[in-house]
């Protein structure tokens, strides 16, 4: 499920982005010594060791520079390419360059959800099958031959076993420090990795990396966790943790933290743990060098922050998501009385869209490409009409109306015979992508899929009128505040203090106008039910994601509301079902204006 990529707070960006450059080429090791000050005595000169530690995080299911969902090569904005097989070629330029024995290669999570080539290995052609197949992320990985990968959240969506799958057919360990047993308390994984770099001195560098995952998951995945597993605090499992393995002669101390370094969370108060929390454990846990940032998929070239305790600043880098990025940790040491000492510490990004993808790789997986593009191409009904989702975020587009369609008729069914089947049944949805298209005449499993990107499931609650409303003005804070007679620039109307898209819903089955003039709080105008004014005290069905319902974008009431049914199956499959019922999409059955936006009751659009 996506998770808040808010930009974190101003200043780190601004450190992240200004050095970029003065990472770029640490100084070589050679350049720095005189001896002095090291206690070497008769001018010798001190013995000096570097290393290069390279680093992905949040690669999401991304081998092959391809979009599933387009069924084409990846493309963005920026040209920024995607996957593996790019990454690859980088890392093997690395270690030609820096000597393949003087460098480390680790991940910080989230790598085996996120595109149809993941999902094809978690669920049509499942790895955790008898004689399954190999996951296509970890014979990648294998081959790469990465050192160690922390968890991130998104590898607990299919469920433990196809976790554990996973972490089985992995040459390298997941390590995940907070991810513990429910009944034990003990680590369900490995916490940490010690690596032994050897050095012409004879003195080998032991190299610890620690493994951190997010607390949220505890939210997220409930169904997938509760009762097995529990997540605390990264900055207390560091704590714990740190001094054990510098007290086992680890002479420098790596972090990959699947956490943010913002110091921010979207759970609220559900759970006394901070999502973006790897900032903090730099500043409050002495003994770290470096931390390999996750989970918020931002760009964060080098950022140093400072230990509290000892004044000593810790490098933190985030490379961007899906393999568009690879960072690179250049560490320089000293042999200081009697130990290897952390001389300098820097880091940089080089971007994934500079290389050709690494044949090795392409090769290895090419069936696997095949048999998930044929999946994804195979035909599931027609539509009367094509339907986008271009202006889906400022209108009520049909498209949107489908999901909602969907949503509501799933629920309506499940609910059908017991205690609520009488309740009005009501369906928030967001605009995922402001790409996805459903095509006149033909449409593929891909069609459909892109309207749904992610692999939320679908839940009832239970909510009053009054409840809906709160619901409703916290979604409307999406907009940017834009007075009566000002312009509209729907590039600027949107988004308002960095909401993603997926965080704005809109409520089906409710006629309501959000008054963008107006401030946050008082937008929402004419809610109605079934042409009269809400009723504050009448119940609702609201049929929603997982995501929403365990506090994801933190909307108020949903996480607290009585849970009256939910199901396992991705929202994404439960559509391509019902359209493969179907045969055919027609908005003309089910597209209606529901909500619109307005200034002082004249429309906007």
Not at 230 to 239: I, N, S
Not at 400 to 415: G, H, Y
Not at 467 to 477: I, N, V
Not at 482 to 509: C, I, W
Request: charged share 20%; proline share 5%.
């Amino acid at each position: 499920m996506p998770l808040n990529r808010r930009t974190f707070l101003g200043t780190s960006a601004a450190a992240g982005a200004g050095v970029a450059i003065a990472g770029a080429s640490a100084v070589p090791a050679s350049a720095h010594g005189h001896g002095h000050g090291h206690g070497h005595g008769h001018g010798r000169p001190p013995k000096r060791y570097s290393f290069t530690v390279m680093g992905t995080t949040d690669l999401h299911g991304n081998v092959f520079n391809w979009d599933y969902f387009t069924d084409k090569e990846f493309d963005d904005k920026a040209h920024n390419d995607v996957g593996l097989a790019k990454i690859s070629t980088l890392v093997d330029q690395v270690r030609r360059e820096k000597g393949r024995r003087n460098t480390l290669m680790i991940d910080a999570g989230d790598t085996i959800q996120g595109t149809q080539l993941s999902y094809y290995y978690a669920k049509i052609d499942p790895i955790t099958a008898k004689r399954g197949p190999v996951h296509p992320m970890a014979q990648a990985m294998n081959a790469i031959g990465y050192d160690a990968a922390a968890l991130g959240n998104h590898e607990f969506n299919y469920g433990i076993p196809v976790l554990r799958k996973f972490e089985e057919q992995c040459d390298f360990p997941l390590l995940g420090a907070n991810a513990l047993d429910a009944k034990t308390l003990r680590p369900a994984f490995a916490p940490y990795v010690i690596k032994r770099m050897r050095t012409p001195h004879g003195r080998d560098v032991k190299v610890a990396i620690l493994g951190l995952t997010n607390p949220g998951i505890a939210i997220w995945d409930k169904a997938n966790v509760s009762g097995k597993m529990v997540f605390p605090g990264l900055e207390e499992q560091a704590a714990k943790f740190v001094p054990r393995l510098r007290s086992m002669g680890a002479d420098v101390v790596i972090v990959s933290a699947h956490s943010g370094s913002s110091g921010t969370s979207s759970y609220g108060d559900q759970i006394p743990y901070v999502e973006n929390a790897a900032g903090l454990v730099a500043e409050q846990v002495p003994g770290i060098d470096a931390i390999l940032v996750g989970h918020a998929h931002l760009e964060i070239p080098e950022y140093f922050v400072e230990n509290k305790q000892t004044g000593k600043k810790v490098v933190l880098s985030e490379p961007l998501k899906w393999g568009q990025r690879l960072t690179l940790f250049d560490f320089d040491l000293v042999w200081e009385k009697g130990r290897w000492v952390v001389e300098k510490a820097g880091s940089q990004v080089l971007n994934s869209n500079t290389v050709a993808e690494d044949p090795k790789i392409t090769r290895l997986l090419a069936d696997e490409h095949k048999k998930v593009v044929a999946y994804v191409n195979q035909v599931i009904g027609t539509s009367t009409a094509a339907m986008t989702t271009a202006e889906a975020a400022w209108k009520d587009e049909p498209i949107i109306d489908l999901i909602n369609v969907v949503q509501a008729e799933t629920v309506k069914a499940a609910l059908a015979g017991g205690a609520y089947a009488a309740l009005p049944v009501l369906s928030q949805a967001s605009c995922f992508s402001r790409t996805a298209q459903i095509p006149a005449g033909n449409v593929t499993i891909k069609d459909a899929a892109g309207l749904y990107p992610f692999e939320n499931t679908l839940e009832a609650r239970l909510l009053t009128g009054a409840q809906l409303k709160d619901y409703l003005e916290f979604s409307a804070r999406y907009y940017v505040q834009t007075p009566v007679g000002a312009p509209v620039d729907t590039a600027k109307l949107t988004n308002a203090d960095n909401t993603p898209d997926y965080n704005y819903d809109a409520v089906s089955g409710l006629t309501y106008e959000i008054d963008v003039a107006k401030p946050n709080g008082s937008r929402i105008v004419g809610l109605s039910f079934e042409g009269r004014p809400i009723d504050p005290a009448a119940e609702f069905v609201l049929a929603v994601n997982n995501y929403r319902a365990s506090g994801g974008g933190n909307f108020p009431h949903v996480a607290g509301a009585k849970q009256l049914w939910a199901n396992s199956e991705e929202i994404r499959n439960t559509i391509i079902a019902w359209v493969q019922a179907k045969g055919s999409v027609d908005g003309a059955q089910f597209a209606s204006v529901d909500w619109r936006l307005t200034r002082e009751g004249t429309p906007v659009f």
